[in-house]
């Protein structure tokens, strides 16, 4: 599957029980969607550093959206009512999205879970792939998609604009 080049049109229910379109998002001047879902260890380890980044670049108009892709018939745990108590549980400041049709990941071109794409205010993807370099916070040594979103408010490019998204596959419907 290759990765879009530009931000797909959406319009997804979110945990806080409203819709949530591309165009609500249209005065962000960066707008990240990552490919996510309840159950992923690897979601789990990054997704307080997610959060954290909204809290971050909140103030400067910076949007960052979960989308939650998987299959919940065949895993239970990413239904959309898991996503609203994991949510919760979490304290995500961050809209969480399901996309129960999968039509966006497959737009995005999502392989796993978590994966980022940064669009800029334009919606060009400016960078696509791994929040950091390390599972483990404390060993962290590359802030993929905090440089990406650093460069993206500038009007830079990216000083990496391509990773390979470390995690959990994305669960297809069959």
Known sequence: MSVIETAPAFDLPGVDRRNHSLAEYAD?????????????????????????????????????????????????????????????????????????SQIVARALGAERTPEAFVFDADRALVYHGAVDDNRNEADVTAHYLRDAIEAALAGETPPVADTAPVGCTVKWRS
């Open 28 to 100: 962000a001047p960066v707008l990240v969607l990552v490919q996510s879902c309840n159950h992923c260890p690897y979601v789990l380890a990054w997704e307080d550093r997610i959060n954290e980044l909204q809290r971050q670049y909140a103030g400067q108009g910076v949007r960052i959206v979960a989308i939650s892709s998987n299959d919940a018939d065949a895993y239970p745990a990413d239904s959309f009512e898991a996503m609203v108590e994991h949510a919760r549980e979490a304290t995500y400041v961050i809209d969480y999205l399901y996309d129960e």
